[in-house]
């Protein structure tokens, strides 16, 4: 069980110290920033601010929300960084409000990953909590049971969507890791891996880019379509589509210690390297869309920034600097361009936008997952993180 308020060794401690510096600067403006939000948000479940402040409440407005886990989840790993207990306190209380999404049932999906790695997994690997760790086994249940055995895949949504895959499950197959090694039962690895595998091999391009949606046959697996999805069209690369599989991918390696994972991630990194870097560092919503209009996703940055320094901890030294160098110029560029560090405000990181033609105010706003994973980023810098996915 991980200790709270314990530091490691920084992972990463080859950075000057003028990066030092600005690694520090911003964990001190975190923590102010967040006992702020704390105190003011509690256990709502934020999404998307208006005017600078947190209005909707997801656990009263839509339970099932796939972004729900993330606002406990940056709660736990500030309890984890700080032991300031009121964090605690308020995840615990947005983890009891899950409950209704459990028992409602009909509103979830793939994202169950995303809902309670980050709110009843990680209470239970700092904790020890039984209940929360069987809420952890219900959602990796309900995971399992969206398995497809003859295409060996975990389909994505619900309805008519029988033999869809979506890269952004690269994210939720951990919640499948934790299951097998805590229950001893190899069956939850396998479905992970055969899903990773299948989505290796009809979702990564060559060239390291990625479809975002898949829709193969139910019957047998073979590959059917891959339409748009969130990015700008069918054969275009949405940012976030591919920091979802950079650190999927990685994350895959951690759990398995497969090589494939580890040379899917770095091939899919190099692709969002390559382009991040043509635009200051600041992803664009699609890598592949027409110059104008200018859209920008910084979601996908932060959680590609936690993917390059989880693929940095998988590689010997000489290895590490182009991958800790990226992430770090994509938290700076963002830093400086997008980041509300006003304590009286809400949100951090603006610049996020949902999909590349979405216009249902996810556009070009703070959206609670750049948040969630910007602090995971500087943690994991500082060696104050624990594992969460």
């Not at 997801?58 to 972004?67: G, L, P, Q, S, V």
């Not at 055995?149 to 969507?161: Q, S």
């Not at 994210?171 to 992970?192: H, Q």
């Not at 994350?251 to 190099?270: C, D, F, Q, W």
């Amino acid at each position: 069980m991980v200790k709270n308020n314990v530091e490691k060794p920084a992972p990463h401690a080859g950075l000057t110290t003028e990066e030092r510096q600005w690694l520090d600067d911003v964990w001190d403006k975190l923590q102010v920033k967040m006992l702020a939000e704390v105190d003011r948000i509690g256990d709502r479940i934020p999404y998307i601010p208006e005017n600078g402040a947190y209005r909707e409440d997801k656990a009263e407005t839509d339970i099932y929300w796939w972004t729900n886990g993330f606002w406990p989840g940056m709660l736990w790993q500030m309890y984890h960084a700080t032991g300031e207990t009121k964090y605690r306190a308020a995840a615990e209380s947005v983890e009891r409000k899950l409950d209704a999404a459990l028992e409602g049932y009909d509103g979830l999906h793939h994202d169950v990953g995303f809902m309670w790695l980050h709110s009843a997994v990680a209470n239970y690997r700092l904790t020890g909590s039984a209940r929360a760790k069987t809420r952890g086994m219900h959602a990796a249940n309900l995971l399992a049971g969206r398995y497809n055995p003859a295409g060996r895949f975990i389909r994505a949504w619900n309805d008519d969507c029988t033999g869809w895959i979506i890269v952004d499950c690269m994210m939720n197959i951990p919640l499948l890791y934790w299951a097998s090694r805590e229950t001893g039962d190899p069956r939850f690895d396998v479905i992970a891996r055969q899903h990773a595998d299948t989505t290796l091999a009809n979702v990564v391009r060559p060239d390291g880019s990625c479809n975002h949606i898949v829709i193969l046959s139910p019957e047998d697996g073979s590959f059917v379509e891959a339409p748009g999805g969130q990015g700008y069209g069918t054969g275009s690369a949405w940012s976030r589509g591919q920091a979802w599989a950079l650190y999927g991918f990685a994350l895959s390696h951690r759990h398995t210690g497969e090589a494939r994972y580890l040379e899917a991630a770095k091939r899919v990194a190099h692709y969002f390297i390559a382009n991040v870097a043509a635009t200051g560092y600041v992803p664009l919503v699609d890598f592949r869309a027409p110059a104008e209009p200018v859209a920008w996703d910084t979601t996908a940055g932060m959680c590609a920034a936690c993917g390059l320094l989880e693929i940095a901890e998988a590689l010997p030294a000489l290895e590490k600097p182009l991958y800790v160098n990226a992430a770090l110029r994509i938290l700076q560029a963002t830093d400086k361009r997008f980041c509300n560090w006003n304590p009286d405000e809400d949100a951090i990181v603006g610049g996020g936008t949902g999909s590349y033609h979405g216009r249902n105010g996810d556009y070009s706003v703070p959206i609670i997952y750049g948040d969630y994973f910007l602090i995971e980023a500087v943690l994991r810098l500082k060696g104050m993180d624990f594992l969460i996915w």
